[in-house]
C-alpha cells in the first residue's frame, strides 16, 4: 500500500518523541499532516519546521484525549477532511507498583492509551471502509507482549492495543484498509520522563532513536506487514518471552 496516494493523516501525540518524527516523516513523503499534542508550544515549532521543510499542510490541534468531550470535539473539528491515515500514537505510561499509582492517573492512561485510540480507530476504519481505501497504525509496545510488573497497567493497555490491531487487520483487509500494530522498545523519547517521574532513568539501558522506529513502521506499513517490532534486540526479547518463557515465570521474574 503505497503512501504516495494517500493525501492526508493525522498523527495523535506529533508533539513529541515516535509522534513527531511520524509527522516529519510523512511530510518528507507528500502528506499533508493533521498533528494533536497538549503542547503548543512544540505543537507550533513543528508546524513551522514542516512548513519550511516540505511546504505540505499541516494543521494542529491542541487537545487532551483523556477527556472524552475532547475527543469527541476533535472528531468533529476534523469532519470535513478526508484522513487516509490514521496514526494513533499519543500514549503514555505509568511506572511504579500498582497499589502506589492515583488511580485517576491510571484511569487517564486508559482513557488516552486505550479508549481514544478505539473512537478514532472506529470512526476513522467507518470512513475507510466507504472509500475502500485507507490505513491505521497504532502505536502499541513490546510491553504489549508480556504481564509486566511495574509497568502493570501500561502493559496491559499496550496489550489492548496489540490485539484490536491484528484483529482489525484481519477484518479491514477486505475493504482495501490496511492495519499495521508497531511495537517499539525502549526508546530515546520524553516517555520514561513521564512514567519513572523521580525515579532514575539511566537504569532502563541503552535507547532507539525515534526516527529508526518510525522509518521501519512506515516501510513495513507499505509492505503490508500487520506487526513491526523495530530492532532485532527487541524481536528477540518478543521471541523469547512468548515462545520459551510462561506468563507466569516473566511475571515473576521481573517484580524482581
Ligand atoms: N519511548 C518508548 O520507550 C516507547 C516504547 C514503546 C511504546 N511507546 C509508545 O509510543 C507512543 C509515543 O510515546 P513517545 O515514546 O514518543 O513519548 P513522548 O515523547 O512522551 O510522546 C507522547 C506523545 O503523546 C501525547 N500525549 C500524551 N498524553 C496525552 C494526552 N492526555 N492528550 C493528548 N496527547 C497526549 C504527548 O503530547 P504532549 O506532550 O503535548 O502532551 C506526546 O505528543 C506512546 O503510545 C508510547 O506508549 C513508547
Known amino acids: ?21 511520524f509527522v516529519l516523516e510523512l511530510s518528507k513523503r507528500g502528506l499533508n499532516v493533521m498533528a494533536t499534542g497538549r503542547d503548543e508550544k512544540r505543537l507550533k515549532d ?14 494542529t490541534h491542541v487537545v487532551d484525549l483523556s477527556l472524552p468531550q475532547n475527543v469527541k470535539k476533535f472528531v468533529q473539528d476534523v469532519s470535513e477532511f478526508e484522513i487516509d491515515l490514521l496514526v494513533n500514537n499519543a500514549g503514555f505510561g505509568l511506572y511504579d507498583e500498582f497499589v502506589k499509582l492515583e488511580l485517576e492517573e491510571i484511569e487517564n492512561m486508559i482513557e488516552v492509551n486505550v479508549k481514544t485510540l478505539t473512537i478514532l480507530s472506529h470512526h476513522f476504519a467507518r470512513k475507510m471502509v466507504e472509500r475502500q481505501r485507507g490505513g491505521i497504525i497504532n502505536v502499541s509496545s513490546i510491553a504489549g507482549y ?72 512506515l516501510e513495513a506499513f507499505e509492505k503490508r506487514r500487520p506487526v513491526y517490532v523495530p530492532g532485532f534486540k527487541n524481536r528477540l526479547i518478543v521471541m523469547v518471552t512468548r515462545k520459551l518463557l510462561s506468563d507466569r515465570l516473566i511475571a515473576r521474574f521481573m517484580a524482581g
Open 1 to 21: 500500500m503505497g503512501l504516495e496516494n494517500f493525501k492526508w493523516a493525522i498523527v495523535t501525540g506529533g508533539s513529541s518523541g515516535i509522534g513527531r518524527e
Open 146 to 217: 508480556i504481564p509486566l510488573p511495574y509497568f502493570n497497567a501500561y502493559a496491559a493497555t499496550k496489550a489492548y492495543v496489540y490485539n484490536l490491531s491484528l484483529a482489525l487487520w484481519a477484518e479491514l483487509k477486505k475493504y482495501g484498509v490496511h492495519v499495521l500494530c508497531v511495537s517499539p522498545g525502549p526508546t530515546k523519547t520524553r516517555f520514561f520522563e513521564r512514567a519513572f517521574k523521580s525515579q532514575d532513568l539511566r537504569t532502563f539501558g541503552s535507547l532507539m532513536d525515534p526516527r529508526r522506529v518510525v522509518t521501519g513502521a
Open 46 to 59: 513543528l508546524e513551522k519546521e514542516v512548513k519550511e521543510k516540505f511546504g505540505v499542510e499541516i494543521v
